[in-house]
């Protein structure tokens, strides 16, 4: 469980690898509430794909 606060396609790869390292079959979470600019997600789900993940589920986070 991290949080990534950094957007761009570039940091999110780098972070995914350090943390999955050569794992590509984990479940991804992308949690992400009504603050969370679309394109933030979007770029998530580029950036998933692009390592090879295919097990992505989107988690809505309500606002506290």
Known sequence: DREVLRTDLASLKQTLGDVAGEDRERTVLIRADA???WQAVVTAYEALGQLGF???AAVR???A
Do not use: G, Y
């Open 54 to 56: 295919r097990r992505i």
């Open 35 to 37: 603050r969370t600019p």
């Open 61 to 63: 986070n309500a606002i």
